[in-house]
């Protein structure tokens, strides 16, 4: 999510990043990536050098290192050394915690035949997408 909060790219264009356009101080937008299209980045100063700041560089090269294929490939990726799906991370992985029942952690959708009403927990969130620290997840 650091990637997200601070390089100010576009969802498609994080996950068309790939270790060779990363340099530890700049990370080159060389591809657009969305479900399974790889294109062009969308303009011509999407294509430009993007400065990563200390704590950003610092997360990627420790992340690299555990990474299954730090050479080359994408940056984000599955298990299967395939680009990152970020609609999975989202349904997957983020809306499961945000959206679950506060009695039974089930979520909206999986709560027809409980004895209790859904009842978020209190507290969390409501996901209004990739907004991070006004990041242009655009």
């Keep these: 999510m650091a990637a997200a909060a601070f390089l100010g790219l576009r969802r498609s264009e994080i996950c068309g990043l790939e270790w ?5 101080s700049e990370i080159r937008v ?3 990536r969305w479900e399974s299209f790889t294109n ?6 999407s294509k430009a050098p ?13 992340f ?10 994408s940056i984000f990726a599955t298990m299967k ?14 809306l499961p915690v945000l959206n679950a029942c506060a009695d039974c ?11 209790h009403e859904y009842k978020p927990v209190a507290g969390r969130p409501e ?8 990041a242009g997840l655009r």
């Design 20 to 24: 060779q356009d990363y340099t530890g």
């Design 30 to 32: 060389m591809r657009s």
């Design 40 to 45: 062009e980045p969308k303009t011509r100063m």
């Design 50 to 62: 993007v400065p990563v700041i200390l704590p950003v560089q610092r997360l990627l090269d420790q």
């Design 64 to 73: 690299r290192l555990s990474a299954p294929n730090h050479s080359s490939g």
């Design 81 to 94: 050394v395939t680009a990152l799906s970020l609609n999975n991370v989202l349904n997957r992985q983020i």
């Design 105 to 115: 952690e089930k979520l909206p959708n999986e709560h027809g035949k409980e004895k």
């Design 127 to 134: 996901w209004h997408g990739c907004t991070l620290l006004g």
